[in-house]
């Protein structure tokens, strides 16, 4: 089984940074991936970003140049760097692991963005 931590939300002003972590233990296999989503009240959850085994990446349009996600595979670890933050960005964020055999999510942690 995968288990995810995630860390790094809170409350920051417009045009501030955050950085999100999602520590994983546990079977990890290949190929995998590992994604930031998030969901905003009364709406379903939605992509941010996702980073591949394989290496590759992708974005939603509306983080793009703003965030990047990244991988330590060393720690097994993938982070999300939000920078130029907007009040619209405010949601809570999960983290997403998806392999072979599994597809877990972290229990999310609040982002909030202030005018």
């Known amino acids: 089984q995968v288990q995810l931590v995630e860390s790094g939300g809170g409350l920051v002003q417009a045009g501030g940074s955050l950085r999100l972590s999602c520590a994983t233990s546990g079977r990890i296999l290949r190929p995998n991936a590992m994604g930031w989503y998030r969901q905003f009240p009364g709406k379903q959850r939605e992509l941010v970003a996702v980073?591949?085994?394989?290496?590759?990446?992708n974005y939603a349009d509306s983080v793009k140049g703003r965030f990047t996600i990244s991988r330590d595979s060393a720690k097994n670890t993938v982070y999300l760097q939000m920078n130029s933050l907007k009040p619209e960005d405010t949601a809570v964020y999960y983290c997403?692991?998806?392999?072979?055999?599994?597809?877990?999510w972290g229990q999310g942690t609040q982002v909030t963005v202030s005018s």
């Open positions: 997403n692991h998806r392999g072979p055999l599994s597809d877990v």
């Open positions: 980073s591949y085994s394989g290496g590759s990446t």
